[in-house]
């Protein structure tokens, strides 16, 4: 390679990587968080001018700084999720619903990387029987498919994270007026939990046994609750989880409290569907040929 050559390489990155910077940084492509969606209603209580705030630089250069914050949190983000200690696996895997431990994962993983790899080499092999072969591509190819094999394994356990996420809070609604009419009827908050575990099917009354379980086993029920939302994290059921403890040691009406946290969860549910037509109208506005 020449040096013209390896210049003209160094411009093509240093462009491409402005251009990305420039795309990632457009409003449509970056999701707007909950702060700061509420900030302009709460700016009158930040009488601070902004122009004299001073906030910590992660980088000694001035605007540029401010550019590269949004893009250099994200990636600290997500590569927290690929994190090989087994306290963060431990919680994904709870979250997930599995009973695996953080080696059988990590074992799967190595699997994974394990069939991409060979992938790859099947296909060298191909290439070269063909006479099209690079040592440098191949070297390159091979260790792309075993990394992908790698994270692709755990990309799909957040897959699965989600997708129990949105049917524990689907099926929270019905399970709460559930227990909400147990405990109207006389039943105690841990006999209600009992009962719903016995008539419902589904992820979260999975949790509710495992909530049984631990009752059974010795443990208060609300410290067993407090387990409970810490494997879930999920704001509904958190609230859920603290509207139970005020109501067991306050002695308050459980009943009221479960039937608003269902009518909270099926209004959240349908402003969120409202936000994705909304985001879905533009894309609903193109014609369909041959409708």
């Known amino acids: 390679m020449t040096a013209l050559t ?14 990305w910077l420039v795309f990632v940084r457009m409003p449509f492509m970056r999701a707007t968080p909950f702060a700061e969606r509420i900030e302009p209603q709460l700016r009158s209580q930040n009488l601070e001018s902004r122009l004299l705030s001073t906030t910590p630089d992660i980088a000694p250069f001035g605007p540029l700084e401010r550019i590269l914050r949004p893009a250099i949190r994200d990636a600290l983000r997500y590569l927290t999720k690929f994190n090989l200690g087994t ?4 919680k994904r895997l709870a979250k997930s619903g599995s009973g695996k431990s953080a080696l059988d994962f ?12 060979a992938a790859a080499v099947v296909v060298l092999v191909v290439s070269a029987t063909r006479g099209r072969f690079n040592p440098g591509l191949a070297v390159a190819s091979v260790l792309v498919c075993a990394l992908g094999g ?27 007026e559930l227990m909400a009419l147990a405990v109207g009827a006389g039943e105690s908050a ?3 939990l009992d009962r719903v575990c016995r008539t419902a099917r589904g992820e ?10 631990a009752t059974r086993a010795g443990t208060p029920l609300v410290d067993a609750l407090h387990e409970f939302s810490a494997r879930t994290e999920l704001g509904p059921l958190i609230r859920f989880v603290d509207g139970i403890v005020v109501a067991v040691e306050r002695g308050t009406p459980l009943a009221d409290v479960l039937r608003a946290q269902a009518a909270d969860v099926r209004d959240s549910a349908k402003r969120e569907l409202m936000e994705a037509a909304g985001r879905k109208e533009i894309a609903m506005m193109v014609p369909l040929d041959g409708c």
């Not at 390896?6 to 251009?19: E, I, K, N, P, S």
């Not at 306290?87 to 431990?90: A, Q, V, W």
């Not at 990590?106 to 790899?117: H, K, N, S, V, Y």
């Not at 799909?156 to 019905?174: D, Y």
Request: net charge positive; aromatic share 12%.
């Open 6 to 19: 390896a210049l003209a390489v160094f411009c093509g990155l240093l462009l491409g990587a402005g251009l």
């Open 87 to 90: 306290t963060s696996l431990n």
């Open 150 to 176: 790698f994270l692709f394994r755990d990309y799909m356990l957040g897959v699965r994270i989600k997708r129990r996420h949105r049917r524990m809070l689907a099926e929270f609604p019905s399970l709460a």
């Open 204 to 213: 979260l009354a999975k949790e509710f046994a495992l909530v049984v379980a």
């Open 190 to 192: 841990s006999g209600a």
């Open 106 to 117: 990590r074992a799967e993983q190595l699997l994974w990387a394990a069939a991409g790899f």
